[in-house]
């Protein structure tokens, strides 16, 4: 879905873009190009479209995210892959939220923060029920293992 | 006697502490008035503006001058209102900075949350022997921070000394025991307080202008030059005409212009320089009830003082010139310090040996060597050194041949000579890429242009990351993230093999690692790539697909005392029974994505 929605905008921008630039009238257009100003938003539409349709499904297949042994582990991403260990004791906050989207869909994202940037993780999409027994889970067990934490 | 829970206890070890320690706790403090003769002196630069805007309105007449004089008066008033408003007191276990000037607000500061003083003398206050004095608690944003600006200084010392005194109790009981089990090496509390570790000879300022700041100082002082002349020519009336031919007179004489060009980057050096020996002046790195207190400055004296406690780790830092000398620079990783590329300097430019004595005795040694990155590694350096700047010159030789315009020589040349530089630059990354662990802290470097190691204490690692791009995947290799609640928040171990993504990891924090050993080596990563037409299937009805997914993963999944090679493992239990039934739960809703409606 927010795949959809880069997807407009890009082939939206490429629209406006080639729009501009047609109309322009430098020099440097060739001329083919600038009698026929739609070729870049349909180039750019052309080119992304097997990445959009592929990106859910992707996705699908690789986030995965896992609790056990007091270690959340989570793993994201499309063409950068990212997997992430996170001890339950160096947890600060666990936060739950929902988009609008993400209501709709009965979903939640969980975030999990810990004192850095690199150690914090975010899991998307989960049902709702889930992420909150999750988030609970978690802010239990981090109260009882909680050392430093940082 | 004041306070009753807190003045007992750092008390006792000096049986004369309670009485001037009872005595303050009682009476709030006011700053030093002395304070009041700076406050207008360091206002009047934002009065000016107004000021030369009344005079432009006005005119010199009676009537603006008696706006200047109001607004004098006013500046002063405010002053004084505002030291008079402003108290602080140490009460019992906390530090209160009372402001009631228009609207009342208390701040308080636990003694034991304070994790460093910072007393600083900028020129105005040490010709009147006050200091600022800047207390971090380690919250986030400046303003969350206790300051007093205008304390004498013998006052800033003592308060200095009771912040801090009372600081420490706290944590002496807290902390050893969770720490000392597994790293009983590094225990900082133990040593004798109150010795110096190092006086950076002044000699060593010779090494400034290589560190490479403040080399842009000229061009600044340059421009605010030009700028203060805009502004005061305007002021004086010879208003923008005369600035204007004065440009257009430079303009027309071109070499001048050049001159000053050549002179500003000659000046570089010098100017940098001598701005790096007056903010290095006579450096000092000492150890004070637990504390690392670093001095330093020629003017602005300033003294910061870090708990050793919060010390994970250091940084030593060294730009190209600095390594062709044999220098380099130290930063402290401490959690929770504000502004830390400041304030959390070590050492300024040292000899490299000297460096390494001092960190192994301010903060503790790194022991074991580093482990270098897999040769892929090197090609990937190599490649990201040199292809930009041979597109580039592929790109303008194209240009030149279809535009036949000689201009593209002039982006073509240099863009060879990067791409030929890239072959040494790619090649001395490579050769600084390493990561290693010596039992007590890990350490990883990168970096050619500006090198920087990090060793950081095992027990500040808070996470693992580990990243693959795209490009990266093809390579097979990985970048490793060490999330560190300290400095920079996370060290990059970048191009490792997918042995020592794992190795790395699971030998610094063993007990996190290896459940998921399978899946982090490379069953998960074969999977996931083998995977998406299967799991598209089932994507329709979310349930099975979910299902599916799960089924999958414990398979994956295996408990530490097996250690297993990659793939084994069955069923996960194994630990404790009721780690598995929590567990065969958590996975019914393993998977994630934007399910497409």
């Given at each position: 879905m927010e795949a959809l929605i880069a997807f407009v905008l890009l082939v939206g921008g490429s629209f406006l873009a080639g729009r501009w630039v047609g109309g322009?009238?430098?020099?440097?257009?060739p001329d083919w190009f600038a009698a026929r100003p739609w070729l870049l938003p349909v180039a750019v539409g052309v080119l992304t479209t097997p990445f959009l349709l592929a990106e859910p499904f992707v996705r699908y297949a690789v986030h995965r995210w896992e609790l056990s042994g007091d270690v959340v582990y989570a793993r994201t991403g499309f063409l950068t892959r990212e997997w992430v260990f996170v001890p339950v004791s160096r947890i600060q906050t666990v936060d739950k939220a929902q988009g609008w989207l993400e209501r709709a869909l009965g979903l939640a994202t969980l975030e999990i923060r810990t004192a850095s940037h690199a150690g914090s993780s975010t899991i998307k999409g989960l049902d709702y029920a889930v992420a909150a027994g999750l988030a609970e889970r978690l802010a239990n067990r981090a109260e009882q293992l909680r050392d430093d934490a940082t | 006697m004041g306070p009753p829970p807190g003045g007992p206890a750092p008390g006792g070890p000096t049986p004369g502490g309670p009485a001037p320690v009872g005595r303050e706790s009682v009476t709030p403090l006011r700053l030093s008035p002395k304070v009041l003769l700076i406050d207008p002196v360091r206002m009047l630069p934002s009065l000016l503006l107004p000021l030369v805007g009344v005079l432009f309105v006005g005119g010199f007449s009676g009537r603006s001058y008696l706006w200047a004089a109001l607004g004098l008066v006013g500046t002063v008033a405010f002053a004084v209102v505002r030291w008079a408003t402003l108290t602080y007191e140490v009460l019992g276990d906390r530090l209160e900075i009372r402001r009631s000037l228009v609207s009342r607000s208390v701040r308080t500061i636990p003694?034991?949350?304070?994790?460093g003083v910072d007393v600083s003398t900028p020129p105005l206050h040490r010709v009147l022997g006050l200091a600022v004095l800047k207390i971090d608690t380690?919250?986030?944003?400046?303003?969350?921070e206790g300051r007093l600006d205008g304390v004498t200084l013998g006052e800033a010392e003592r308060l200095k000394a009771v912040l801090l005194r009372r600081a420490r109790p706290a944590d002496g009981g807290g902390v050893?025991?969770?720490?000392?089990?597994?790293?009983?090496?590094?225990?900082?509390?133990a040593r004798p307080s109150g010795r110096t570790i190092i006086e950076v000879p002044?000699?060593?300022?010779?090494?400034?202008?290589?560190?490479?700041?403040?080399?842009?100082t000229p061009f600044a002082l340059a421009g605010g030059a030009v700028g203060l002349a805009f502004q005061w020519g305007g002021d004086f009336g010879f208003g923008r005409d005369a600035a204007w031919t004065a440009g257009e007179w430079l303009w027309h004489h071109p070499y001048l212009l050049l001159g000053v060009a050549v002179l500003l980057v000659l000046a570089m050096p010098f100017a940098g320089g001598a701005m790096y020996a007056v903010f290095n002046w006579d450096f000092r790195l000492m150890e004070r009830d637990g504390y690392l207190v670093a001095e330093r400055g020629l003017v602005n004296r300033r003294s910061v003082s870090l708990e050793s406690r919060r010390v994970r780790g250091y940084e030593i830092v060294e730009g190209f010139a600095e390594r062709w000398a044999g220098v380099v620079r130290v930063w402290a990783i401490v959690t929770?310090?504000?502004?830390?590329?400041t304030r959390g300097q070590?050492?300024?430019?040292?000899?490299r040996p000297v460096a390494f004595q001092v960190t192994a005795d301010a903060i503790g040694p790194y022991r074991a060597g580093l482990r270098p990155h897999p040769p892929i590694a090197r090609n990937r350096r190599l490649f990201r050194a040199i292809f930009p700047w041979a597109a580039l010159t592929v790109l303008a030789v194209l240009g030149e041949a279809v535009t036949?315009?000689?201009?593209w020589w002039f982006l073509a040349v240099p863009a060879l000579l990067l791409a030929i530089l890239g072959v040494p630059l790619g090649i001395d990354r490579y050769r600084s890429l390493g990561h290693g662990y010596d039992g007590v802290r890990l350490a990883v470097r990168s970096g050619s242009l500006r090198r920087s190691q990090a060793v950081v204490e095992?027990?500040?690692?808070?996470g693992w990351r580990v990243r693959q791009t795209w490009f990266q995947r093809r390579a097979g290799v990985f970048t490793l993230i060490a999330g560190?609640?300290?400095?920079?928040?996370g060290y990059e171990a970048v191009d490792v093999s997918r042995a020592q993504v794992v190795g790395l990891p699971v030998e610094v924090t063993p007990d996190w690692v290896t459940p998921f050993l399978p899946g982090a080596g490379s069953e998960g990563r074969s999977s996931a790539v083998a995977r998406p037409e299967e799991s598209s299937v089932g994507t329709g009805s979310e349930g099975s697909s979910v299902r599916a997914g799960s089924e999958e993963r414990p398979s994956a999944v295996a408990r530490p005392e097996a250690r297993?090679?990659?793939?084994a493992g069955d069923a996960?239990?194994?630990?404790?029974g009721e780690g598995r039934s929590r567990a065969s739960d958590d996975r019914r809703a393993a998977g994630g994505g934007a399910p497409t409606s």
């Open positions: 322009s009238g430098w020099p440097w257009v | 003694l034991e949350r304070i994790r380690g919250a986030s944003g400046g303003d969350e050893p025991v969770p720490a000392a089990g597994p790293l009983a090496g590094e225990a900082p509390a002044r000699m060593w300022l010779l090494y400034g202008p290589l560190s490479g700041a403040y080399l842009l929770g310090l504000g502004d830390s590329s070590l050492l300024p430019d040292v000899p036949g315009s000689p201009l095992r027990r500040a690692v808070v560190v609640g300290a400095g920079k928040g297993p090679p990659v793939g996960p239990g194994g630990g404790d």
